[in-house]
């Protein structure tokens, strides 16, 4: 089905444009109306079909369930529901203090955290229309791992010491946790229409421009600089490579979604895939602005450990995929 | 009159939703007392998990989002 957006980038180069079809300006044009169009025609119908199913899905549903359920199916739940929930990176704050306050271990509520910018539709969707399947589900499972392995660890070090006082409180109270109650709230097809294409609108905004010069950029790589540069510098001889990677990958937080098409022209190019899923991961999960809020409900001692913690883990990841080469 | 509160850490959307629900009442004319709680503890007493949230007289009424208009003149029913 997607064959469509390579004829399409056909039609468009070589016959409207008259490009002769081996040169590298005509390679780069291909691969930009390409993937502009593949992208931006899947994310507006996927966030869409994604939008309607997780309508009724919210913050203060999983708040309900995940109180008092055992520790590590916590973990489990956790971080599916972190990857699934929707809410406004400005509720991160809100969201993690209604946690505490009900009483949800602190690793879960850490597992949910780092799922959820990690796993979200937008990165999700242009990983699969770009990198395949294969990719797409190898990246879905390292993220929960990633989750669910930071929220044990926080935990086993008992993190909640170093959370701000008011928050380190509730876990020393020896009452029980108040008991939530939920009320389902029961949607509509027009109801969920009308918050799909909200949240589509709202998405596709914001985002639409730094997926074209995310793929111009990758266009231009694709074009202009030669395999075997790659092959030299950021190969997987070069074990500081992914170290490397990922420690970059931090200031790119600003916009994920321009990262994707880059690191399709890199993969193609024969960077190893290690490399690129631990550049990938790190740039979506280590954002300096959340840190920056989460300052305000924990102390930087727990933050520099979790940002530590991602960092060796995404090396050792990258290392590996790269040795076992995919 | 209605003690409305509006919920959030200082975000866009939640100066939107403060805006709106200030416009909306000055439209139908009903007077209300509005206050923009930021305060994290505040917050979290409130029982809100997600921002921006509203309460009407103490009862928590919407959260997650902006309302549009039509929830927006619910709150003053």
């Not at chain 1, 064959?3 to 044009?29: I, M, R």
């Not at chain 1, 109270?173 to 229409?193: F, G, I, N």
């Not at chain 1, 993969?267 to 631990?278: E, I, S």
Request: with cysteine.
């Amino acid at each position: 089905m997607l064959d469509w957006f390579t004829y399409f980038a056909d039609w468009v180069t070589y016959s409207l444009f008259k490009l002769s079809a081996d040169s590298k300006f005509a390679d780069a044009v291909h691969f930009f109306i390409e993937d502009t169009a593949k992208i931006l025609v899947l994310l507006i119908v996927l966030i869409y079909l994604i939008a309607v199913v997780r309508a009724t899905l919210n913050p203060e549903k999983v708040r309900y369930y995940l109180q008092g359920k055992n520790r590590f199916l916590g973990y489990i739940l956790g971080s599916i529901f972190g990857s699934v929930t929707p809410f406004c990176s400005c509720s991160s704050i809100p969201l993690f203090m209604g946690f505490v306050s009900a009483r949800i271990p602190l690793g879960v509520t850490i597992a949910f955290l780092l799922t959820s910018p990690l796993i979200n539709e937008v990165v999700v969707v242009m990983l699969g229309s770009l990198l395949g399947l294969k990719f797409t589900l190898l990246y879905i499972s390292i993220g929960l791992a990633l989750g669910i392995t930071a929220g044990f660890l926080v935990d086993l070090i008992k993190g909640e010491r170093w959370l701000a006082p008011f928050l380190a409180e509730q876990y020393k109270r020896d009452d029980a946790a108040p008991v939530l109650e939920y009320q389902d709230k029961v949607m509509t097809l027009a109801e969920r229409h009308q918050f799909a294409k909200k949240e589509m609108l709202t998405i596709f905004i914001r985002i639409w421009k730094w997926v074209v010069l995310g793929v111009a950029i990758g266009a231009v790589i694709h074009g202009a600089v030669p395999a075997a540069w790659f092959g030299e510098h950021l190969g997987d001889r070069q074990w500081w490579s992914v170290p490397v990677a990922t420690l970059l990958a931090i200031p790119m937080y600003v916009n994920a979604t321009a990262i994707v098409p880059i690191l399709e022209s890199l993969l193609l190019k024969g960077v190893p895939l290690g490399t690129t899923l631990a550049f990938c991961m790190s740039a979506v999960a280590v954002s300096l602005p959340e840190f920056m809020m989460l300052k305000q409900v924990m102390s930087s001692r727990l933050l520099i450990l979790i940002a530590a913690y991602l960092l060796v883990a995404l090396s050792l990841l990258g290392w590996l995929f790269n040795a076992v080469n995919f | 009159m209605k003690n409305i509160n509006v919920y959030g850490s200082g975000c866009k959307n939640c100066t939107n939703t403060a805006e709106l629900i200030e416009k909306t009442a000055k439209q139908l004319q009903i007077e209300i007392k509005l206050s923009k709680v930021s305060d994290l503890q505040a917050i979290m007493e409130a029982g809100v998990v997600s921002t921006p949230a509203v309460t009407v007289d103490g009862k928590l009424v919407h959260a997650g989002s902006v309302p549009d208009v039509q929830t927006v003149k619910e709150f003053f029913s």
